[in-house]
């Protein structure tokens, strides 16, 4: 297509040493993406370019081509191999595509990509869920019940509290634990693309269709898990669709005239409050009572103290053995900040900034010091019970800090909100959802 060949063109190449870190860039990598030098050198590529969970970057096979997301840009990137170094090169932005270029130039990779990027089996079980707390504990016995069953399940919780790993828990204790498990994540596919994604098309469908017609998520997971996560995001129109098939059990592609009988269990998450956007028009009222057979509220960290210090030798012993380091102990100080941190990041949270500590770690005690090797965005905000006074509920200084962190990261981004995200660890639809609430510029 000749839209595809005009901005298929040289965004630029990072080349990465044999450890996974990067050791330089082109000048046009700087450039298109607006990065600077000392923002990447000595990075690990993983930091840079950001791929679903089911994608390995040590992976992947010499000029192999996936999708990944560099500063909040979607692209399309391709791996070459040059003796122990590795080059990513972009070879195209997904934002200067139409729809019908995205999907012709999807098509264009490996025949069976997206069934083994989207197909996965669940990899966690409820014994991998860190905690010992009564409060995950309660949860954790409550999911096992409800696993043997086929109904929908809705988990709720903020961002990063781990909803994923109790989907995989769940699907890995039912019935269907022999057949898929399909992550979807709501947020990351774009309007235009999802009922393609989602429901499928036929032949002929739109412009760039694949002649044979492709399927989507929902017979992918056929007999097996459909994991919505982030639903709060799935558009309206798609919401009718979905809860067509919820109803029915049957999904119809885009394009067909024909229906498909499914036999899938869905598990949707969201870290919104779903009631809330039914009140403001976002969210169908009927697909919530659909979904909200079973919920499971998974508890924020700052709830469970008492399993903060676990999940850090926890995240601790994963890096050991990823960076080939031997910490074996964390320094009495850093364990008071960790336990008195309020984490509103939550179990991702923590899993950063130990992994921030072990790449900087000097011996095998893992100190407070190290977390202040550099300038870190949460770290810098006074948190409770770190010797400052302070005024107000639980909820008015967690939010001055969340709102002190965001100021901070669009200060630093130059406005720039794509990379306030990345900065802060956050979907960019999240952070706009903030900036909102927050009232700021």
């Known amino acids: 297509m000749e839209n595809v060949k005009n901005v298929i063109r040289n965004w630029g190449s990072i080349e990465v040493d044999e450890n996974g870190r990067v050791i330089g860039a082109t000048a046009d990598f700087y450039e298109y993406f607006m990065i600077m030098p000392t923002d990447l050198i000595g990075k690990s590529i993983t930091r840079v370019i950001h791929t679903s969970s089911t994608i390995s970057l040590k992976g992947l096979d010499h000029k192999h081509v996936f999708s ?17 170094h590795t080059l990513y090169t972009i070879i195209i932005r997904q934002d200067e595509l139409e729809y019908s270029d995205l999907v012709y130039f999807s098509n264009c990779l490996e025949k069976n990509k997206a069934k083994k990027n989207s197909v996965v089996q669940g990899r966690y079980s409820f014994q991998e869920i860190v905690g010992k707390s009564k ?3 309660r949860v954790k016995e409550l999911a096992a019940r409800i ?32 057949q898929p498990f399909v992550p979807v994540n709501c947020a990351a596919i774009p309007d235009e693309l999802f009922e393609s994604e989602i429901f499928g098309y036929e032949a002929g469908a739109f412009s760039g269709a694949k002649k044979e017609g492709k399927p989507g998520k929902i017979e992918l997971a056929q007999h097996g898990t459909l994991f919505l996560d982030e639903i709060s995001e799935l ?26 009988n499914v036999d899938i269990r869905i598990i949707a998450a969201s870290n919104r409050d779903l009631s ?46 990823k960076l080939g ?8 100080k850093l364990q008071d900040w960790l336990i008195q941190y309020d984490w509103p990041g939550n179990i991702r ?14 011996g095998g005690i893992l100190t407070l010091e190290s977390l202040y090797f550099t300038p870190n965005l949460l770290l810098e905000v006074p948190s409770v019970g770190m010797n400052n006074s302070f005024s107000g509920t639980l909820d008015e200084v967690v939010g001055n800090a969340e709102k002190s962190a965001i100021q901070r990261a669009l200060k630093d981004s130059k406005g720039d909100r794509s990379l306030a995200a990345q900065k802060l660890k956050i979907h960019v639809a999240s952070l706009y959802r903030k900036i909102a609430k927050y009232k700021l510029k």
């Open 68 to 84: 990944g997301v560099i500063s909040g840009h979607a692209c399309f990137i391709r791996v070459f191999r040059r003796e122990a």
């Open 135 to 137: 409060e995950i504990e």
């Open 147 to 178: 696993a043997t069953s086929s109904s929908t399940v809705l988990l709720t919780g903020e961002t990063g509290t781990g909803k994923e790993l109790f989907a995989q828990a769940i699907h890995g204790l039912s019935t269907r634990k022999a």
């Open 235 to 260: 558009p309206y129109q798609a919401q009718g669709k979905l809860l067509r098939v919820l109803q029915e059990r049957e999904v119809e592609r885009l394009g067909g005239t024909g229906t498909k």
């Open 276 to 321: 809330t956007l039914i009140k403001e028009g976002k969210f169908r009222q009927d697909l919530y009572y659909r979904l909200y057979v079973f919920e499971l509220k998974i508890p924020p960290l700052r709830e469970r103290q008492e399993d903060i210090l676990p999940l850090a030798y926890h995240f601790v012993e994963y890096f050991n053995t």
């Open 325 to 332: 380091s031997n910490v074996k102990e964390i320094d009495p």
């Open 349 to 362: 949270e923590i899993k950063a900034i130990i992994e921030r500590g072990m790449n900087i770690v000097d």
